[in-house]
């Protein structure tokens, strides 16, 4: 094996016996040798024509048992020189080793320069021995135990071309264990995000519900592809927040409202996605499609904070690759209708709700006061309701709220006097109204609100027949008038007269002739 630098040269001048040739020696014996630098390149020379002179022996031996032993050559006697023997112990993945001397008798020398015995994993050296105790320079294996961080070890035993005693060597003894993955978690790429199960030889990982295994049989991704919400608000946040979010995710969330609604985002303060110091959102992040708006990538600890979509359909994907450990986001929305422009109360009427503004969806009801009707396109309506319109217009315009007019009274048998001289038959007018054959009609009817003439005692205009009498009399039996179709009989063919031959109209409260 090659050796660099002062101590390697010691190392091999010890093999080709240099100190013989100290540099006083050389300058008695060796005349033309007349100075140190001379001395130097000569042994130099010396060192590289030794390796070719006297190689070393060297073996090298697989194991792949899952226990076994190793000795120096010759043991218990004492080892060969010039001789280099490496073990390469491999054990099924799963498996670690453990590797402990029960004897050990190497040729001591300064940081193990000339025989030694070295342990390693792979390219990571992990102890190198010589000597019989430890000293500051060298180390023994003592009671030691050697794991080795995965499946393969490797022993390699050297010794040089000469002992100043005999050394009996070393004898050691390795076996397998299997590695409990989910206590010992030493490897990050080994480490299950939700639930390990150990076996002997290996582990396998398992997730919570509601998540999925990843393809690399580690990673817990969310099912979290079907979200959609239909609900004028609501909150949303990356799964467990505020704990870290899933790795190895795709999450689709859709917000879905009607034509006429505009959806609005709003960020919590709390905001944490893996982000990178100089390249914008490289590894995980929320992206926000909004009709033929997009918004972001959003990363990092700044909250977006409000984000006005102008849309009624909105989707939210955020995307997180296989590492990190960051807490993730949430966000409230809400949806507003279009807004409708703002509404006059009608005279003599009320708007029910009444506000400010309107916005889509909202319903108005339109009344009038006592006396007064709705009336619209020479349509009479009880009440009326108007809409606002995804669109930001109502669906009709107000109607108007007219004062009831009662109308005029048919004077058949009966005479009336108006008590305004403008013989008015508004809502609140007021008439006197008798017939002439039935003394007993004689009343002060008013102008009602739903329109009709009503007394004082709530009864309603009857006409001077003598059918509405009884109809009234039934009522109010004191106005029950006689009636000549009951009170006088009448003969078969005989002529009955039941209305007079002249009728009077009284208009402005004076008697006309007809």
């Known amino acids: ?83 280099e023997v ?26 193990c320069e000339y025989d030694y015995v070295k342990v390693y994993s792979e390219s990571e050296e992990l102890a190198v021995f010589c000597g019989r105790e430890n000293t500051d320079t060298e180390r ?6 050697i794991t080795s961080p995965r499946s393969e070890l490797s022993v390699e035993f050297h010794s040089d071309f000469s002992n ?28 299950c995000d939700h639930f390990c199960h150990n076996y002997i030889g290996g582990f396998y990982c398992s997730c919570r519900y509601g998540y ?14 079907d979200s959609v919400f239909m609900e004028r608000s609501g909150e949303i946040a990356s799964a467990d927040f505020p704990k870290p979010y899933p790795k190895s995710s795709d999450c689709m969330y859709r917000i879905e409202q009607e034509e006429g609604f505009q959806i609005t985002l709003e960020f919590d303060d709390t905001f944490d996605i893996e982000d990178h110091p100089e390249v ?81 969806k909202d319903h108005i009801t339109v009344t009038c006061d006592p006396g007064y009707s709705l009336r619209q396109d020479d349509k009479e309506f009880e009440h009326y309701q108007i809409d606002c319109q995804k669109d930001g217009s109502w669906s009709s315009d107000i109607p108007q709220c007219i004062m009831v007019d009662c109308g005029p009274v048919d004077l058949v048998l009966g005479d009336v006097v108006f008590e305004n001289s403008e013989n008015n038959t508004l809502f609140g007018s007021s008439i006197q109204y008798s017939c002439k054959d039935s003394p007993m009609i004689n009343n002060t009817y008013t102008c009602h609100q739903s329109g009709k003439w009503v007394s004082q005692d709530g009864t309603s205009l009857v006409s001077c027949f003598t059918g509405d009498h009884d109809n009234t009399s039934h009522t109010h039996p004191e106005l029950q008038l006689p009636s000549p179709l009951t009170s006088t009989p009448i003969a078969c063919g005989e002529q009955s007269q039941l209305f007079p031959a002249q009728q009077k109209r009284i208009v402005g409260g004076r008697t006309a002739s007809p």
Not at 282 to 300: H, L, N, S, T, V
């Open 280 to 360: 914008s959102c490289p590894y995980d992040f929320i992206k926000i499609q909004a009709g033929d708006r997009e918004f972001g990538p959003f990363c990092g600890d700044r909250s977006p904070g409000k984000v006005l979509t102008g849309s009624n359909t909105v989707n939210i994907l955020f995307h997180s690759d296989n590492s990190g450990e960051n807490i993730g986001w949430k966000l409230t929305y809400t949806s507003t209708g279009s807004e409708c422009p703002p509404l006059t109360t009608p005279l003599n009427g009320q708007l029910e709700p009444l506000q400010s503004n309107y916005i889509f």
């Open 140 to 145: 023994v294996p003592a009671d030691d135990v």
């Open 1 to 83: 094996r090659a050796h660099t630098g002062t101590v390697g040269e010691t190392a091999l001048c010890k093999r080709l016996r240099c100190d013989v040739w100290r540099k006083q020696e050389f300058r008695q014996k060796n005349s033309i040798f007349s100075s140190d630098r001379e001395t130097m390149e000569l042994t130099r020379v010396i060192v590289i024509l030794a390796q070719f002179v006297w190689p070393l022996w060297s073996k090298v031996i697989h194991l792949t048992e899952m226990y076994g032993s190793i000795q120096s050559p010759n043991f218990p006697e004492s080892y060969p020189k010039e001789t």
């Open 212 to 225: 999925l295994l990843h393809s690399d049989n580690r990673t817990c991704k969310v099912e979290c592809n």
């Open 86 to 111: 490496q073990w390469n112990i491999t054990v099924p993945d799963g498996y670690q080793i453990r590797l402990y001397f029960m004897h050990f008798d190497i040729e001591p020398s300064y940081l």
């Open 164 to 191: 100043e005693e005999r050394y009996s060597g070393f004898e050691a003894h390795y076996s397998a264990f299997d590695v409990d993955e989910c206590r010992d978690r030493n490897d990050e790429d080994l480490v």
